[in-house]
């Protein structure tokens, strides 16, 4: 990947908020020469989902070659070992909320709960994993999930590699800290 591609995509709907963070992902990876690993994709499938649905998100927003995420699962796939982090952003209407996970190969890693008393909200919620190769993570509804969309803020799941690890097997990241 180039800094042109990125800067393309930039001018193709990248927010302006993650273009600082592409920049650096970009450059830190050329230095380094690891594997660039990232995703970004908007627009839910649907915004009414049942306990125990995957939110499946359909529109790219970024990503690498190497994203791993899949559009009509809301899937992501794991091609590299490594730290992961990845980050759900949801919205929602008044009087509701919105119980959500983590799932990582089927074994839920992270929930939460966020209730709205005002007249819409959005939410972040975010995890760290180590994943090996063919581990899959994908966010899904702990309940009744009902959520907003609007062109002003965009319902999101994003997902990238901090870490490449030598070994599909979990490993001691004291001496390789990311700065």
Not at 34 to 52: I, P
Request: charged share 10%; hydrophobic share 35%.
């Amino acid at each position: 990947m180039s800094i042109r591609c990125i800067v393309d995509r930039q001018r193709t709907g990248v927010s302006s908020h993650s273009y600082p963070q592409l920049l650096i992902l970009f450059l830190y990876s050329s230095v380094t020469n690891r594997a660039l690993v990232y995703f970004t994709f908007k627009d839910l499938q649907t915004l009414t989902l049942s306990s125990n649905g995957v939110f499946v998100y359909t529109t790219l927003v970024a990503s690498s070659d190497l994203s791993g995420y899949d559009r009509t699962t809301g899937i992501f796939t794991a091609s590299i070992p490594g730290l992961y982090l990845f980050s759900v952003y949801l919205c929602h209407n008044s009087n509701s909320y919105v119980p959500v996970a983590f799932v990582k190969n089927s074994q839920q890693l992270l929930g939460s709960t966020y209730e709205n008393n005002s007249y819409y909200a959005c939410h972040t919620v975010q995890t760290i994993v180590m994943l090996s190769s063919r581990d899959r993570v994908w966010v899904k509804c702990l309940g009744s999930c009902n959520l907003r969309s609007h062109s002003e803020y965009w319902n999101t799941f994003s997902g990238a590699l901090l870490q490449a690890t030598t070994s599909n097997t979990c490993c001691d990241l004291s001496q390789n800290i990311i700065v």
